[in-house]
């Protein structure tokens, strides 16, 4: 981040360069088509109750933080005169550090990622789904506020901070004082245009109309002042979503609450809610989100359910209530048997927690088969965000394993337009096919052109084209579905067709054997540094030549992506199968046959491996060494 110091300020003050995404994102905003800009003052009071249930947590443990002054709650005031809005809460505050990391930048993991985003945002939806995927709604008071004013003193501090701008590239930030601990939000607001969404956010019945709308859950009181000066009124009931019935809670309740617990700004695709009652009873509040995070697949993101005790919040995101692969659900869990100040380690051993997450697992996964079942364009809207995520859960929750399979979607040589799951692929099988196959590789294209499909494509066999990163590590976990081995169709051998068919194929090969074993031993020596064998070919129809792997070995996709990681691992070799019924091979047989010195045949060699790889979508080892064959090879045949 760059900033500059002025000399004309005191030496505690600082004027402060917005980070780079962090200035379009307010430009966006501040310029964008969104109309439900009253929507700014659930996002603040929404972080105004984070801080709140982050002291109540650390106070458990540090009762000093507290300081005498146990009153947890959210105020709103307003300046008719001079137009101003104030947000102000009784939690944790910030320092000035957190106030710099958290205000002035957006997460560090997350700046390529809404570069990306941004540079083709602009319209109302765009808005919605960048601040919800990336967590920032603070900056949603820019929406209606010329200038935004901070003060917030940490709890166990005796120094506060003013954090001040008016959005236009820059903030000012200095030691200030205040009484006691939390935030106080200033907005110094714009004046009322309807036509562009911006209501008179001075009016008491317009706030209490927002709160009742999107923070009535709040679990703590939001005070604020009627227009007739009487004593500040709480303006939301406080009752715990969670806690009521699902059939007295509508639909924008739900949403609503999501949109509070999630920060994100769009509708969830899926709500769950239900209570767990017996020896052990908690109540659960589920949320599919309707897009993925932008940081699912980073390692560093940091996900969790939000885990209370008797409607105190003990955990912000408790990682422990759902296996890994469904880190991006959302949501609470309320459970009544919980120590107020258990610790993060013995919540990790506490079995209780263990029952819960057993539990939520099962519902989450049955969830998603009924969506499969019963509302099937639902569920693919849920795969297109989450399946690569859900695909991580065959090897690592072996005790759902069989739910998780029923759910994998792939494509297929099927058809073009519809992924097929592997049952209904096991539904089309031939009669006489007893495995199920399948090819890696980095797009659908890529697979479909690839010669390993030649006689698949000619017996009318189907293939699972398997495009997702995760594959090749789903694939080691695995091996069958319903009694049908899976195979590559890049692996091992190849053998299609009736029992009277592969016999016939099996004797023409034996038979061209010999006839073509002079070559192949030719091509072992002369591309021995690249293969380990060279052998004719069941799986080939026309094209000359293709790269195969053993059972075991790791597929040229796999092996690609661990040399990304490992640079200076060696390459494994593979093996060069030959179409002997393709006419540049049976010439090269024919040209070795009459001169085994032919000059050209060291270039044909070199050109049949280099097309080989390019077929695959493999790089060539040595491009300069192949373009000179090429050459030579057209030179004598043109």
């Not at 005790?399 to 759910?407: A, F, M, Q, V, Y």
């Not at 030959?578 to 000059?599: G, V, W, Y």
């Amino acid at each position: 981040m760059l900033y500059m110091l002025r000399n004309d300020l005191p030496m505690s003050e600082e004027i402060l360069e917005f980070q780079t995404e962090t200035k379009e994102l307010l430009h966006l905003m501040i310029h964008s088509l969104y109309t439900r800009k009253d929507i700014f003052l659930r996002e603040l009071i929404s972080n105004a109750s984070d801080a709140l249930d982050r002291l109540r947590y650390e106070a458990l443990t540090r009762h000093e933080l507290l300081d005498g002054n146990d009153r947890f709650e959210i105020r709103l005031e307003v300046d008719r005169a001079a137009r101003t809005l104030t947000i102000g809460d009784t939690g944790i505050g910030m320092s000035r550090e957190e106030v710099i990391a958290h205000i002035g930048t957006i997460a560090r993991s997350g700046t390529a990622e809404l570069r990306k985003k941004l540079q083709g945002s602009g319209s109302a939806a765009d808005v919605a789904e960048l601040i919800g995927q990336f967590g920032v709604g603070f900056y949603s008071a820019f929406m209606v506020a010329d200038r935004v004013k901070m003060l917030t003193r940490r709890a166990g501090q005796t120094t506060a901070t003013e954090w001040e701008s008016a959005a236009a590239g820059t903030y000012s930030i200095k030691d200030a004082d205040k009484a006691g601990r939390g935030t106080v939000i200033t907005l110094y607001l714009k004046k009322p245009d309807p036509e562009s969404g911006i209501d008179d956010y001075t009016e008491h019945w317009r706030l209490a109309d927002i709160v009742k709308q999107h923070s009535d859950f709040v679990s703590y009181p939001i005070y604020a002042k009627k227009d007739d000066g009487a004593e500040p009124a709480v303006l939301n009931s406080m009752k715990p979503i969670w806690k009521r019935s699902a059939a007295e809670v509508k639909k924008e309740e739900y949403d609503e609450f999501y949109k509070h617990v999630s920060h994100d700004w769009t509708d969830p695709l899926k709500t769950i809610h239900f209570k767990a009652e017996g020896t052990f009873e908690y109540d659960a509040l589920l949320y599919v989100p309707a897009k993925a995070p932008y940081d699912l697949y980073y390692a560093e993101s940091d996900a969790g359910l939000r885990l209370f005790a008797k409607r105190v919040m003990i955990m912000d995101k408790c990682a422990d209530l759902l296996p890994h692969y469904l880190r991006f659900m959302r949501g609470v869990v309320d459970a009544a048997d919980l120590p107020l100040n258990i610790s993060r380690q013995r919540l990790q051993q506490d079995h209780h927690i263990g029952l819960i997450r057993k539990r939520l697992t099962r519902k989450i996964l049955d969830t998603f088969q009924e969506l499969f079942d019963k509302d099937y364009e639902q569920y693919l809207t849920l795969w297109k965000e989450f399946g690569v995520a859900i695909k991580e859960g065959v090897a690592t929750d072996f005790e759902n394993r069989e739910k998780i399979l029923g759910l994998l979607l792939f494509q297929s040589s099927h058809d073009a337009e519809k992924l097929t799951s592997l049952k209904e692929y096991v539904g089309r099988m031939q009669t006489q096919q007893d495995q199920i196959y399948h090819l890696t590789g980095e797009s659908r294209k890529v697979i479909e052109n690839s010669p390993h499909l030649e006689a698949f494509k000619e017996k009318g066999y189907e293939v699972l084209y398997l495009v997702d990163t995760v594959d090749e590590f789903l694939l080691q976990h695995l091996t069958e579905f319903e009694g049908k081995k899976l195979k590559s169709a890049g692996k091992g051998s190849i053998q299609l067709g009736t029992g009277q068919e592969k016999e016939a194929a099996e004797k023409e090969l034996k038979e061209k054997q010999d006839e073509y074993k002079p070559l192949m031993e030719f091509l072992e020596k002369e591309l021995g540094e690249h293969v380990k064998q060279v052998r004719l070919s069941a799986r080939l129809t026309t094209s000359p030549a293709c790269l195969v792997v053993e059972e075991h070995d790791f597929s040229p996709r796999l092996e690609r992506a661990l040399r990304q990681v490992h640079s200076q691992a060696p390459m494994q070799k593979r093996v060069l199968e030959l179409n002997p019924k393709h006419p540049l091979i049976s010439r090269m047989r024919q040209r070795h046959a009459a001169d085994a010195a032919d000059a050209v045949l060291h270039e044909a060699a070199e050109l049949v491996f280099g097309l080989a790889l390019l077929a695959e979508g493999s790089e060539l080892p040595d491009p300069i060494r192949f373009s000179r064959a090429a050459t030579e090879v057209l030179g004598k045949v043109v």
